[in-house]
């Protein structure tokens, strides 16, 4: 069975500094990976997504994620954040075997200025 | 475009009473899903139904029942509320399961007494 681990509950950041929120997770198949973005009082909106071909995958409002298999890792970057980004993100695994999306349990994203 | 539309967006109810959370997409999508999101643990999948006469357990089900009315609706039934059901519920859904993205409702917010 799929599962996924987000390590930070919280990351604290100055604005235009750069970020990175870090996921991993673990399945026996190939896997689907994707970033969730949820503002307060809203449901959550996709970020990016990893399905196939290039491991770099770009996404909405700057943010970016590396697929790396060796590590089973699928960490967020974004080079410089606003305070707009402050929210929580949730990172999400798939697989072929499966309809079923698996979320972590979230990183809350605070940007300072 | 409504997208995916839940009711109520809140409700209080005392132990032991029941309610149906209703849902319903207007995306044509083949997939839908029911989750609740609890402070520190992420979105939990509670049930799903990968298309249309179809619904499968998630990850915790007890307690719920769920009906896929049609392809548009898909309701989640408390049939005795306890204590422990406060959270905040979303229906997402997808055209189908493993590598599409889901689009969320905005929830709704349940407490029980």
């Known amino acids: 069975a799929q599962s996924v681990t987000q390590l930070d509950s919280q990351v604290p950041v100055f604005e235009e500094a750069p970020v990175e929120l870090r996921c991993n997770y673990s399945s026996s198949v190939s896997v689907y990976l994707f970033w969730y973005v949820q503002y307060p009082n809203q449901g959550l909106q996709l970020l990016l997504k990893y399905l196939s071909g290039s491991t770099l995958v770009k996404g909405i409002n700057g943010f970016e994620a590396e697929f790396n298999k060796s590590q089973t890792s699928f960490h967020l970057r974004k080079p410089s954040v606003h305070i707009s980004d402050t929210a929580e993100y949730f990172c999400?695994?798939?697989?072929?075997?499966?309809?079923?999306?698996?979320f972590g349990t979230g990183t809350r994203l605070q940007v300072f200025p | 475009n409504a997208g995916v539309t839940q009711t109520p967006k809140f409700q209080v109810l005392k132990t032991g009473q029941s309610m149906t959370l209703q849902c319903a997409q207007d995306?044509?999508?083949?997939?839908m899903y029911w989750y609740r999101q609890d402070p520190g643990m992420g979105l939990r999948l509670i049930y799903y139904?990968?298309?249309?006469?179809?619904?499968d357990k998630g990850e915790v089900p007890n307690g719920y029942n769920v009906s896929r009315l049609n392809k548009r609706e898909f309701s989640l039934r408390l049939e005795s509320a306890a204590p422990s059901q406060t959270s905040v519920y979303f229906c997402?859904?997808?055209?189908?399961?493993?590598?599409?993205?889901?689009?969320f409702g905005n929830g709704t917010r349940l407490t029980v007494t």
């Open positions: 997402a859904s997808s055209p189908t399961g493993q590598n599409s993205p889901l689009h």
């Open positions: 995306m044509n999508h083949n997939s």
């Open positions: 999400a695994v798939s697989d072929s075997n499966t309809d079923k999306l698996i």
């Open positions: 139904s990968a298309s249309e006469g179809t619904t």
